[in-house]
């Protein structure tokens, strides 16, 4: 009699439910079962209307698929039809959907919110002098990836026409090497280089992907193939034998992994079936003398977890921070910002070439601090739009963590160029923002921070990448590859 009574006390409460409720329960139900539950002020109506709705619409089993094949590569296509991305039967009822838009289309701001008010950014190149190198050869930028070399005065540069550059501490090419296709990652363990082929750049699920040692008379050897789109690799002993093991982060796009490979074996282990795990940090976070893994997950289900390490091979996963599905994350540095001992957590936010391309006033760096025992909680966040990757340095050699950051979306919008911004420390989570006086040229997908000239203090790489056609009047300096802050501290 009771189960009776409660079944009729819902019946009752829903047939007094708005419209605009029922909406926000029937996406409460299904959107929140693939990611966070998006609040509609997280994009503007035209957006939610033109943009995620009409994806998610095809999702759901909703919609025209002969409209979705002509938006989409046939092969990108294939795939998601494999995976039953786009269901054939209707997963909801038309009215039910049609209630959902209706929700978003009513709750969205008419127009994108305004970036948080912030620290003005300035101009000063302060202990920065910056170069560029050119290459006649490339009209257009076609970096990738970029790494420098932490013994010696070598840079290692992969480029979209899949050559490698391996450059000097004048950033003079010495050697070139061709790989199968571009290279997203150079890695140096001890005396041993790797490097990281990403297959095709754009979105895909195809197994292209390759990880390669290089020998010291500089021919690539495959170690791991068949690879969706891999993006970092990290290398650690797991099973405690003796021996390298990797970690791999597939990114793919609709079914990508995050993998360990037994360097003994080759034996592939999966940590986690989901698309876009960006990047890893090895490090033993329990204090149980393991290796556990540190991860960033950046499509649809964005946020952190830390996979512990229990042994043999095996670990469990405990999730520590969880992001909005259109919140962008780019990249994670891990860093001890405020000097207490204990790791914090630095995520760059600013994807913005997927179905909700806007201006997005959460896009930018965001800080987490560590409250001792592996808990985060968003202390700092500097609102920059495109942001894409943020590193931690301490570039004036003051005894603290300063930090540099790209911009692959940035818009450039409001009378400073924001593609690249250097954050130096004033103590308590407190910066002075500068552009270093970067000129509008570059659209910067790559950088990394190390002594390129061996000198003593620490230098800044941006790697220029273009991609499509360049648009009548857009500012763009033909053969730009990359820029260079050198520092002048030393």
Same mark, same amino acid.
């Given at each position: ?22 909406? +926000? ?32 619409? %095809? ?28 269901? +054939? ?20 701001? +008419? ?100 990880? %390669? ?32 093991? %990797? ?244």
């Amino acid at each position: 009699m009771r189960y009776l009574a409660i079944l009729v006390a819902l019946f009752c409460f829903s047939c007094t439910q708005t419209p605009e409720e029922k909406g +926000e329960a029937l996406a409460q139900k299904n959107c929140a079962s693939c990611h966070k539950f998006p609040d509609p002020s997280l994009l503007d109506k035209k957006t939610w209307k033109e943009g995620v709705l009409p994806e998610m619409a %095809y999702r759901l089993g909703i919609g025209n698929r002969f409209e979705l094949l002509t938006k989409i590569p046939d092969e990108q296509y294939q795939s998601a039809m494999q995976l039953d991305i786009y269901p +054939e039967t209707p997963k909801i009822s038309q009215e039910d959907w049609d209630l959902i838009v209706a929700y978003y289309t009513a709750k969205a701001p +008419e127009k994108p919110i305004a970036q948080a008010k912030r620290s003005p950014i300035s101009s000063e190149p302060l202990h920065f002098k910056r170069e560029s190198f050119i290459s006649p050869a490339n009209p257009l930028g076609s970096v990738t990836s970029i790494r420098i070399h932490p013994q010696k005065a070598e840079v290692w540069v992969g480029t979209r026409n899949r050559n490698l550059w391996v450059m000097d501490g004048q950033l003079k090419i010495k050697q070139t090497l061709e790989t199968n296709s571009p290279v997203a990652l150079t890695q140096f363990v001890g005396d041993k280089t790797y490097l990281l082929g990403i297959g095709k750049m754009y979105p895909n699920d195809q197994k292209l992907g390759h990880m %390669y040692s290089v020998t010291k008379q500089g021919k690539l050897e495959a170690i791991v193939d068949s690879l969706k789109r891999p993006v970092d690799i990290q290398i650690n002993d797991f099973n405690g034998d003796g021996v390298s093991d %990797y970690v791999i982060c597939e990114y793919g796009f609709e079914a990508g992994e995050l993998i360990w490979v037994d360097g003994k074996t080759g034996k592939k282990n999966v940590l986690k079936l989901q698309a876009g795990s960006r990047n890893v940090v090895i490090k033993d976070y329990t204090g149980d003398g393991k290796a556990d893994l540190l991860v960033l997950m950046a499509q649809a289900r964005e946020g952190v977890s830390l996979f512990i390490n229990k042994g043999m091979g095996t670990f469990v996963e405990k999730p520590l921070l969880q992001f909005d599905a259109v919140f962008g994350s780019s990249y994670m540095e891990v860093a001890d910002l405020n000097k207490d001992g204990y790791d914090d957590i630095i995520i760059s936010n600013g994807d913005n070439a997927d179905y909700s391309h806007s201006k997005k006033a959460y896009h930018g760096v965001h800080i987490f601090l560590n409250d001792h025992r592996n808990n985060f909680k968003e202390s700092y966040f500097y609102p920059a739009y495109g942001a894409s990757k943020t590193v931690a340095r301490d570039f004036d050699q003051d005894g603290d963590l300063d930090l540099a950051m790209i911009a692959f979306f940035a818009e450039n919008d409001k009378g400073k160029i924001e593609s690249f911004l250097y954050f130096q420390n004033q103590g308590n989570l407190k910066f002075k923002v500068s552009n270093l006086q970067i000129p509008d040229g570059g659209h910067y997908i790559a950088m990394d921070a190390g002594d390129v000239d061996r000198d003593g203090d620490i230098d800044i790489l941006l790697g220029n990448y273009q991609f499509g056609a360049v648009k009548p009047g857009a500012n763009v300096t033909p053969g730009l590859q990359l820029t260079y802050y050198k520092n002048l501290l030393r």
